[in-house]
């Protein structure tokens, strides 16, 4: 059973510019959940999708957005990138959004995202 | 503001050790998970604590979770080098509306040395 994957896995990109990262869950899995890490803030909830829904939304600007396609695949796009945006982008799948009960969260390896 | 808080950050510790992971949170959950991440690595589910007095173990590794004193431990027995990653707690609070979500610790970083 394939995992969740992450394309690209490395990004570099300046100042300004915009990004669009990508998510293919678990099959099966309806439920993605996007985090940002970085070492001094770690897990940084960004955003919970579900069938097609935004569910949960973390603490981050209107610049970071997203969206889940109708076979469950999700986008992220961080649009005017900051110095502060690079990090490691990680997407999570599960059966049932972690929103509503709980269900294991199944990582993908994550996109590193670098902004100079 | 909501706070999980792992100690230590980062642990040095020798093969055939025993050493604990404290995960301190600061509001009330009755849920609490503990992942792993290898250098490099995406993270990947250790244990999944559902109620006060839990305890599950795999391996060399034991976790327990303690709500009334909102803290959760991971124990290692007799460390061997493949323990070596990093440990994440995350804390799972109910929100008003129904809606649950998930609060990370930062992470313990273990090196586990010959």
């Known amino acids: 059973k394939a995992g969740v994957t992450q394309t690209p896995r490395y990004l570099i990109k300046t100042r300004g510019q915009q990004v669009t990262l990508s998510c293919s869950p678990i099959?099966?899995?309806?439920?993605v959940s996007w985090y940002q890490q970085t070492p001094g803030q770690g897990l940084q909830f960004l955003f919970e999708?579900?069938?097609?829904?935004?569910?949960n939304k973390g603490n981050f600007p209107g610049r970071f957005s997203g969206r889940q396609f109708s076979n469950s695949r999700s986008e992220m796009n961080v649009s005017t990138l900051e110095l502060g945006d690079s990090a490691l982008y990680l997407c999570?799948?599960?059966?049932?959004?972690?929103?509503?009960?709980?269900?294991?969260?199944?990582f993908g390896n994550g996109t590193r995202l670098t902004v100079t | 503001e909501l706070k999980v808080e792992q100690n230590p950050l980062f642990l040095s510790m020798q093969e055939g050790k025993n050493y604990t992971i404290y995960c301190n949170y600061s509001?009330?959950?009755?849920?609490l998970y503990w992942y792993r991440q290898d250098p490099g690595k995406s993270l990947e589910s250790l244990f999944v604590?559902?109620?006060n007095g839990a305890v599950k173990q795999e391996g060399r590794l034991m976790a327990s979770l303690d709500t009334k004193a909102r803290l959760s431990t991971l124990h290692i027995t007799a460390a061997v080098h493949d323990l070596s990653a990093t440990y994440f707690c995350?804390?799972?609070?109910?929100?008003?509306?129904?809606?649950?979500?998930?609060?990370w610790g930062l992470g313990t970083s273990l090196a586990v040395n010959p």
């Open positions: 604590l559902l109620s």
């Open positions: 995350a804390v799972d609070i109910q929100k008003a509306g129904n809606n649950r979500k998930l609060i």
């Open positions: 999708y579900f069938s097609e829904t935004q569910r």
């Open positions: 509001t009330t959950s009755d849920r």
């Open positions: 099959s099966g899995h309806r439920s």
């Open positions: 999570a799948s599960s059966w049932t959004p972690p929103s509503i009960s709980y269900s294991p969260l199944h």
